[in-house]
């Protein structure tokens, strides 16, 4: 029924803001039951999960298969987790839309300084730890929240150095009404994603079918251009998760897309002339454009 996502630098009080949270919606006045899905589930060492890109990536496929899992049972999900790259976030966001519940994201706003501190005060306890390297190469690839993005909105801003993480702090307190208040129409101060088009599976209509093919694939073409334009090293693009990942290896523009677009729509009418009829709703025509520009990238869809 919702989906928090904490985000922060490495040893920032994540785990804490999470645990923090998770209790005070235990104890709200709705008693919400809250999973906490993290790295610790995995009994995976720290430093292993960001050693490198492949390991990383894993973690977060696993995460994220988690959470695609767990939205749909009622609990509130938090994912405690770095979740520092957007690319990412908007990935999680995505699962959200399409379970078509409530979403926010909760920063731990902590300066290096400070959390190589702590990483270090950890490390002398004899906790595990992130190694320097790996600690300073987080650091750096960290990509912060910013409200304006859909994917990072609402924003909760903790300040754990500063403030602590108390359950009664202000930040926490609003946090919790958010996720559990009574949606009001008429104030629409709560966001209830909406499932796109693209998961609720409209079935056309026969004599729209080829309109119909291709407004599903401008959709497709849309994730793909909103995916790349938030930078970084974009190889997926995710359309929800009723659908395969598109795997990208190299930027893709906008005229190769077009291109690839009216290609497909061109070769599905001319094939439902002779052989197999156009797909009969958009989750189908998207799949099947999916596959095509998979099979056109080098990439796969299973
Ligand atoms: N407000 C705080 N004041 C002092 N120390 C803190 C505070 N918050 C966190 N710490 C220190 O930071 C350590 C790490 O906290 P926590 O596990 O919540 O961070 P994290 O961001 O989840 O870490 P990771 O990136 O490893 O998942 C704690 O063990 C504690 O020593």
Not at 22 to 31: D, R, V
Request: proline content about 5%; glycine content about 6%; hydrophobic content about 35%.
């Amino acid at each position: 029924m919702a989906l928090v996502v904490i985000c922060g630098q490495p040893c920032s009080g994540k785990s804490i803001a999470a645990v923090t949270l998770a209790e005070a919606l235990k104890e709200s006045e709705t008693k919400q039951s809250v999973r906490i899905i993290d790295e610790a589930s995995f009994h995976l060492d720290r430093n292993q999960n960001y050693a490198n890109m492949p390991a990383e990536k894993n973690l977060r496929g696993k995460l994220r298969s988690d959470v695609d899992r767990s939205v749909s049972r009622g609990d509130i999900v938090i994912v405690d987790s770095l979740n520092s790259i957007k690319g990412y976030r908007y990935e999680l966001w995505c699962i959200a839309r399409a379970a078509g519940i409530r979403y926010c994201v909760v920063f731990c706003d902590v300066d290096e300084e400070h959390c190589r501190q702590w990483n270090k005060e950890r490390g002398d306890r004899g906790e595990a730890s992130y190694d320097d390297g790996i600690f300073e190469d987080l650091v750096r690839r960290f990509e912060k929240p910013e409200r304006r993005n859909r994917w990072d909105s609402p924003l909760f801003e903790l300040y754990p150095s500063r403030d602590g993480i108390e359950k009664a702090s202000p930040v926490i307190s609003e946090a919790v009404t958010y996720l559990t208040k009574t949606v009001d129409s008429k104030t629409q101060d709560v966001r209830i994603l909406q499932p796109s088009i693209a998961t609720q599976g409209a079935r056309f209509s026969e004599a729209n079918s080829l309109y119909e093919l291709d407004r599903a694939t401008q959709e497709v073409i849309n994730a793909v251009v909103e995916q790349q334009s938030l930078g970084g090293a974009i190889s997926r693009v995710t359309l929800g998760s009723e659908l395969p990942p598109i795997e990208i290896c190299r930027p893709v523009g906008l005229p190769e897309l077009r291109r690839l677009r009216r290609t497909f729509v061109k070769l599905m009418g001319q094939a439902s002339l002779s052989g197999p009829p156009l797909p009969t709703d958009a989750d189908s025509a998207k799949r099947r454009f999916v596959d095509y520009l998979n099979r056109e990238f080098g990439g796969s869809s299973a």
